[in-house]
């Protein structure tokens, strides 16, 4: 078959198919596009309902945890307040007690450490160190049993093993 349109005609045919073509695409899109948002409209919706759900589940969360921890630091308050009331009552205060223990040392002993625990109503004071002699060992420990502010001091029989040099520990009850 013999072509006999000009060149002119060819090309205003061949136009015209390219553009009835870019048509057919365009519309293909625009209706994909179309169906595609009333499709992915009632998932929207059903995200957006289930977003504000959850915002509200959080609030109402974190409100109950604010709550929560209220109540925890009102009891935390309640029982440090509780704590500061039992110090307060009963408290023996050391430092009197260890100064008159250290003003009836001698050159002959050392003391080492001061140790103090108060238990309830009672407390107790335990004196650690060296002593030159076992009889300034003793002579320290008479001291202190002479002492009216302790109620009693004990030195265990270990610390009159040695003559010399005695690492000794002497316990002293002092009560309120």
Known sequence: MINLL?????EMVRREYLRRRLIVIEVFFITLSLFATILLIPAYFA???KFKSLKEQAGRLAASETEKAS???????AEVKRRIGLL???VVK?????????????EKVIIRSISYEHRGETARIDLRGVAQTRDGLLSFVERLK?????DAVHSPVSNLVKDRNIEFMVEIAIAP
């Open 94 to 106: 050391a430092a009197p007690f260890i100064a008159a223990a250290i003003a009836k040392k001698d």
């Open 47 to 49: 995200s957006e309902a």
């Open 71 to 77: 109540k925890e630091m009102v009891a935390e308050a």
């Open 6 to 10: 000009p060149d002119n005609q060819k």
């Open 88 to 90: 307060e009552q009963k």
């Open 146 to 150: 002479k002492e009216s502010e302790f």
